[in-house]
């Protein structure tokens, strides 16, 4: 069993940053490919960003750009550096690890969720 814990989130300004973190139990991440999810209130949960255990990384085109996805396996972290943040940024972010690489933006094929953050970005 693997436990993930997202910390970081917070309120923001429109134009201003936030850094999430997302920190495993044990060390996974040449294992595993880890992604970044939101999901805002009455929405879909959508993919954000992810990162392959051969370090190749995928960003939706809504934060590219604006979004990096990056680990340090030494301290068995994850994280998501966010610039210039947009109102529409705003939702609960999450952090997720899978067994496979590809088809980075289906939910379903991660197995390990954390509890999530919350991230608002105000105008």
């Known amino acids: 069993q693997v436990e993930l814990v997202e910390t970081g989130g917070g309120s923001v300004q429109a134009g201003g940053s936030l850094r999430l973190s997302c920190t495993a139990s044990?060390?996974?991440?040449?294992?595993?490919?880890m992604g970044w999810f939101r999901q805002a209130p009455g929405k879909e949960r959508e993919a954000v960003a992810s990162?392959?255990?051969?370090?190749?990384?995928n960003y939706a085109d809504s934060v590219k750009g604006r979004f990096t996805i990056s680990q340090d396996n030494a301290k068995n972290t994850l994280y998501l550096q966010m610039n210039s943040l947009k109102p529409e940024d705003s939702a609960m972010y999450y952090c997720?690890?899978?067994?496979?690489?590809?088809?980075?933006?289906?939910?379903?094929?991660?197995?390990?969720w954390g509890q999530g953050t919350q991230v608002t970005v105000s105008s």
């Open positions: 990162i392959e255990d051969d370090g190749k990384t």
């Open positions: 044990r060390y996974m991440y040449s294992v595993y490919c």
């Open positions: 997720a690890a899978k067994p496979r690489r590809g088809l980075w933006t289906r939910p379903r094929l991660y197995d390990y």
